[in-house]
């Protein structure tokens, strides 16, 4: 009996207990893979104000945060304290690869802009800590999207829209010269690059309409592979949702949805499913073309080469009440809105073959015309 429990007893207690906590071992070693770096379930750096990155970047609080990770502001002690913009990617290897991408993209930007004409966002610094890509920016303002949430969801004034406008078209006509295209713009992705504003009548006007793009992680070369789901819903053209193959067109298709929700202050195409998504197309453009849907691999939106979609049913309904007629939503009769809604239909073409190119924007009458009325 009192062998039992003996040294080798207690030896083989010892050995049973070690083989228990292998598993725990295992895990804290992913999560902890040292006395100060450490990992969340969901792959994201663990951090706190005041934790420094490199020795140089202090993080003083979150900015926000995604799929991909999280964005902290810090204060870069390399430059007088200077306020930058921290974007730390989630240690998991797809986001590690896009940030590579994203990273390629930005400093391709950095070289062709030197001059930082177009309205893109500057890459500072990036770098790996502990398998978490970092990527620095330079630090902006409230995204147009947050600035209609924060304002109640008024519209910015035709002069904002012609303003941004302006520098949207630009930025995304030097990437397409470039041969890259963004595949999601959307309000959220366009940040003013101050965030102040002025009081009149109860709501707010931004007193600087000054913008720029962010988030380049999904951009795509023209000879890179191109995934058959691009841009966030709201904001998708007509020729990704119905599987025809995409270009620099959806961009052009994303900066119209963009331009009309400025004007009404809410998104046009309210919805989260595909089919319903292009009945309200055709509520607000008209019918899609037949030998656009006569192509699609989408073969259940299609009966007869028309949308199958019936408009007395539920959906319907929804659809013929939250959606009208695109000049509907007009305002105002005034030559620039005019102009305006003009423009809007040619970037709003189903036929991404005959959709207006941002070239084109600045070459036609129309726009110049809208920036000469809007400027006086």
């Not at 207990?17 to 100060?36: A, E, G, N």
């Not at 010269?177 to 009149?200: A, G, Q, R």
């Not at 239909?345 to 036609?364: A, G, N, P």
Request: proline share 2%; hydrophobic share 40%.
């Amino acid at each position: 009996m009192n062998d039992a429990y003996g040294p080798d007893s207690d030896w083989c207690l010892m050995v049973v207990m070690m083989v228990m906590m292998i598993p725990l071992l295992q895990r804290s070693h992913r999560r902890k893979r040292t006395k100060s770096i450490e990992d969340d379930e969901e792959g994201h750096l663990v951090y706190h104000n005041g934790d420094m990155l490199r020795a140089r970047y202090e993080i003083i609080g979150t900015l926000g945060e995604g799929a991909f990770g999280k964005v902290v502001e810090c204060l870069d002690h390399s430059k007088s304290n200077a306020r930058v913009a921290l974007k730390i990617i989630k240690n998991i290897e797809r986001y590690r690869e896009a940030a590579l991408s994203e990273v390629d993209v930005l400093e391709q930007i950095n070289s062709l802009d030197e001059e930082k004409i177009f309205a893109c966002v500057r890459m500072l610094d990036w770098f790996d800590h502990h398998g978490h890509i970092c990527i620095v920016f330079e630090l902006l303002g409230l995204s147009t999207y947050d600035f209609l949430k924060e304002n109640g969801f008024m519209p910015f004034s035709l002069n904002q829209i012609r303003c941004m406008a302006d520098q949207i078209f630009k930025a995304v006509q030097f990437l397409h010269l470039n041969k890259l295209t963004h595949t999601d713009l959307k309000p959220e992705n366009i940040l003013f690059v101050e965030s102040k504003y002025d009081i009149k009548y109860n709501s707010k006007m931004v007193s600087n309409s000054v913008i720029k793009f962010v988030d380049f992680g999904n951009a795509t070369y023209d000879h890179e592979h191109h995934t058959s789901v691009v841009s966030t819903r709201h904001y998708r053209a007509p020729e990704v949702i119905l599987e025809l193959g995409w270009n620099q067109a959806c961009d052009v298709w994303s900066l119209g949805c963009i331009l009309i929700e400025f004007y009404l202050g809410l998104t046009l195409f309210q919805t989260h499913d595909s089919k319903e998504h292009l009945a309200m197309m055709e509520r607000v453009l008209g019918p899609i073309p037949a030998h656009l849907l006569q192509k699609t691999k989408k073969r259940r939106y299609v009966h007869h080469d028309k949308l199958d979609w019936d408009e007395h049913s539920s959906a319907g309904r929804y659809v013929r009440k939250h959606c009208k007629p695109l000049k509907q939503y007009m305002s105002s009769k005034t030559p620039e809105h005019e102009l305006l809604f003009d423009l809007l239909q040619k970037m709003m073409e189903y036929d991404s073959s005959k959709r207006i190119t941002l070239d084109l924007v600045f070459l036609k009458h129309h726009f110049n015309a809208l920036s000469h009325i809007l400027s006086r």
